[in-house]
């Protein structure tokens, strides 16, 4: 494995600086962080700091939107039920609990199905038609799904069901969604509306904001829950989802949520992404990855606090399962990689296992992809059909490499970073050597080395506190927008660093005219060297650190490069 790091720091561009400088009043550092981020212009720049609801775009931007309203209404004008079909992942629940509750607050008789991650597998099923006339149901809402389960979709609509498609993944080769009532999806050709990167929530939103006629500013909650828990962009309507609604569900009134919050310990404080990353998402993804994502939905929608005790006692307790066996997972992963993996001719890590449990899959592989820094695909080995879920690196669009293995595969769906799939167990060694050679035609060196993007080099008198203090208005920081980092040149230890708990490193660095605090979590083994170098450099995240009512910058060390 490479341990070399590559350092990116984009070169200043003055002009536009001055430029953001005098329009926005902020500091020219200020303004290359914004620049960095593809900041080009002044107005550009306002709505990223406000980042405030006047700038949602008009939801009958989606040129199909129009006619999803019409049939919806007209199916509750004649108090006709309509099924809501979610999927088992937080973006699913959250949009299939905003769509429910948004119709029934219009009149209308909802119905709603969750597919079972196992049992199913995801999107439409085989066997929806039976389900829906079984429940007289005429119209269909998908959430988060859709796109591309044109055979399902063609039997509904021999069956004179109406389906409206509300999804944001990528449609595949053999997509034909044209058979569907309409759809809703801004990765579709034609689809009109111009940020591509909404989550499965953020479409829903939109057809529930043209529904409504209102901004429905109270849903944020949902919608940035599930915006943040699937990992897109943190940029355009997605930044304004989480920004609004992370001050939304610090103040939520969904029982549910409350309670949740309460059990994890975050309820009361001021909540950042990573409160929704690996606290809140986590626990609402965990039952529907071991069973039933019911439960999470019944959560959402609680009405009693005895209710919401109650879901959210199974939440964690499904939490606690979900790491047990990842854990496992990612141990017998390691030993396969270990046996089977030359880091040379794999670019793209293809490995399987008989009784893997399907899902945490995506969890266990995105940790590996972050690791080794390439591809990973996980299937869980099984007789006849094998399933499987794959993570990607910045530069290799998993979706497409998967695409182009599409002939040996039962079928697949996903995004740029994420897939799942399903494969005949025959055709997993041909997979894996198909997908390699485009990888390697795709990927260059430089994309499977370890890097680490840097906003620009500074000294330690810069990391001022009013600094620091200007950039906390580019929260909240996610992919498309990472919390700003900066590289300081030629530091030396002041004094004795200091071992903590959970291996965290404390010390105090100076440059030879200024000094300052820094932290670095997980880096204790770096003691003795550190102590042993005659200086180094350091990649930091600047912060206010919080400390018995007294306030102080502290860096917290992301990378130590020893000279």
């Known amino acids: 494995m490479p341990s070399h790091k590559i350092v990116r720091i984009p070169s200043p561009d003055l002009a536009r600086q001055d430029l953001l400088h005098q329009a926005l009043g902020i500091s020219r550092l200020c303004a290359q962080v914004l620049i960095n981020r593809g900041i080009s212009d ?23 939107m129009p006619v999803a309203v019409k049939l919806i209404k007209k199916a509750i004008q004649l108090n006709a039920p309509i099924l809501v079909h979610g999927d088992y992942d937080v973006d699913g629940i959250t949009s ?32 929806i038609v039976s389900v829906v006339k079984e429940r007289g149901v005429k119209l269909v809402i998908t959430v988060d799904c859709g796109t591309n389960s044109e055979a399902q979709i063609q039997a509904l609509r021999n069956e004179n069901i109406e389906v409206v498609i509300t999804d944001h993944h990528e449609p595949g080769k053999k997509a034909h969604v044209s058979s569907a009532s309409a759809v809703i999806n801004p990765k579709i050709e034609g689809s009109g509306f111009a940020f591509r990167e909404l989550a499965g929530v953020g479409v829903a939103y939109k057809l529930c904001q043209a529904l409504t006629g209102s901004s429905l500013e109270d849903d944020l909650d949902l919608v940035c829950l599930g915006t943040i828990a699937d990992a897109v962009p943190l940029i355009g309507e997605n930044r304004i989802i989480a920004k609004q609604g992370l001050l939304r569900i610090a103040a939520t009134r969904r029982l549910g949520l409350k309670v949740l919050m309460e059990k994890s310990r975050i309820a009361g404080k001021k909540l950042k992404t990573e409160a929704v990353t690996f606290i809140l998402a986590p626990r609402i993804n965990a039952c529907g990855r071991l069973d039933t994502a019911e439960t999470a939905l019944d959560l959402l929608l609680a009405r009693t606090g005895e209710e919401a005790e109650l879901r959210a006692g199974k939440l964690e307790a499904c939490n606690r ?51 080794y820094h390439r591809p990973v695909i996980l299937i869980s080995m099984a007789q006849g059909l094998c399933r499987g ?29 994420a897939v799942g ?25 430089e994309d499977l080395l370890p890097s680490v993007d840097v906003d620009m080099e ?35 230890l002041k004094g004795q660093p200091r071992i903590l708990t959970r291996e965290t490193l404390k010390f105090w660095v100076t440059d030879g005219k200024q000094t300052a605090q820094a932290i670095a979590f997980g880096m204790a083994d770096m003691y003795e060297s550190l102590l042993a170098a005659n200086s180094f450099d350091l990649v930091v995240h600047p912060k206010i650190d919080s400390w018995q009512e007294m306030e102080s910058v502290i860096l917290e060390v992301e990378e130590i490069f020893l000279k």
């Open 321 to 371: 399962q979900r790491q047990k066996i990842e854990g496992e997972i990612m141990e017998e992963a390691y030993a396969l990689i270990s046996r089977e993996v030359h880091f040379k001719d794999h670019t793209v890590m293809v490995l399987g296992k008989e009784g893997w449990h399907l899902g945490v899959l995506g969890v266990v592989a995105s940790k590996l992809a972050d690791r």
């Open 389 to 417: 879920s794959g993570r990607s690196i910045k530069n290799f669009h998993l979706f497409q490499g998967v695409a182009q293995c599409s002939d040996l595969l039962e079928g697949f769906g996903g995004h740029q970073h």
């Open 42 to 64: 002044s107005d550009e720049g306002r709505r990223f700091l406000t980042a405030a609801p006047a700038y949602f775009s008009d939801p009958f931007s989606f040129t199909e």
């Open 458 to 492: 500074l000294t330690l008198k810069e990391m001022q506190e009013t600094f620091i203090r200007e950039l906390e208005q580019l929260e909240p920081f996610g992919i498309g927008n990472p919390r700003p980092s900066f590289y300081l040149r030629a530091l030396r």
């Open 421 to 445: 799939m399903t494969i005949p167990r025959e055709n997993i060694d041909t997979f894996r050597h198909k997908i390699n050679d485009h990888a390697r035609q795709t990927l260059m060196v």
């Open 96 to 127: 299939l609990c905003l769509v429910k509750t948004t119709l029934e607050r219009m009149g209308a008789r909802v119905e709603h199905y969750i597919p079972h991650r196992i049992r199913e597998g995801y999107g439409l099923n085989k066997n």
